[in-house]
């Protein structure tokens, strides 16, 4: 975990490919141990999956820097040259110089179909009102997530029951407990964000609706989709080029892998 890991840019030369990596060559990749859906020390994760197609892409060997996704993850990771390329970063996040998406999601309202509560979308919906709503409690670890914060704006913030986001590194499926809430009947919906209700939900197979959750145009600085990116150190522009190209070379991969683990996908935004 404290080793370096780097990419060398070495071009290719006179258009030769090779079936292995090139000595020294290696794509380092920031990443949480225990996260799943996105990753995992045991490679299980959408993330492990879509950064291996990478590296096979640009002829390189994967290696990670291990920490847990907590506050200060850039300060121990990459700005610390443990690594070199962090996925699933936001689009236009400052601190990062990102691509392009290579995905939009959503959050959304999670309920068992016995309930018939697959037409709840909005946040003002009245039927809230009378219903027990499991979110992910990021508590001291992070700030409260867009749902929590519309939840509240509208008066709902009894009807919350708070669930772990965050295990240790041994506990691989903390944020399924909320998901696992909604079909016990142990709250009457959830809302949770799509990749990890999309995965999670899968294990109940047919018994859960997910329904994208429709923002709240009278608060439009809390957006409920995101489209993500990959993101490298600021400044480092010819490693941002050269995971986009191979972004762009493998599309519909990327694509399928997001699609097998359930992640929502929404259309991309208009322009970027």
Known sequence: MNCRLFIA??????????SDPP??????????PANLPFSNERLQGFENRIAQLLADEMHATLRYAWNLQRRSFLRRTLN?????????????????????????????FVSRRDRGLDKIHR??????????????????????????????????GANVRGYPMWGDEQEQDTPARVIDAVAQGDVDLAIVWGPIAGYYAKAHG??????????????????????????????????????????????????????????????PAATH
């Open 9 to 18: 840019l070495a071009a290719l030369c006179c258009g030769t490919a090779w």
């Open 23 to 32: 000595p020294g060559r290696e794509l380092a990749v920031c990443a949480d």
């Open 80 to 108: 610390a040259h443990a690594c070199d390329l962090v996925l699933g970063a936001p689009v236009g996040w400052q601190a990062l110089l990102t691509t392009r998406p290579y995905y939009r999601s959503t959050y959304v």
């Open 123 to 156: 946040f003002d919906d009245p039927a809230l009102q009378k219903l027990t709503i499991g979110l992910h409690a990021l508590g001291a670890e992070g700030a409260n997530p867009p749902p929590a914060m519309l939840l509240g704006q509208h008066g709902l």
């Open 206 to 267: 047919d018994r859960l609706a997910l329904v994208a959750a429709e923002p709240d145009e009278t608060v439009p600085e809390l957006p409920l989709s995101f489209e993500l990116a990959m993101g490298v150190r600021r400044g480092d522009e010819s490693l941002r080029q050269e995971v986009q190209a191979a972004l762009d070379r493998r599309e519909k991969q990327v694509q399928a892998i997001l699609a097998d683990y359930g992640v929502p996908l929404m259309p």
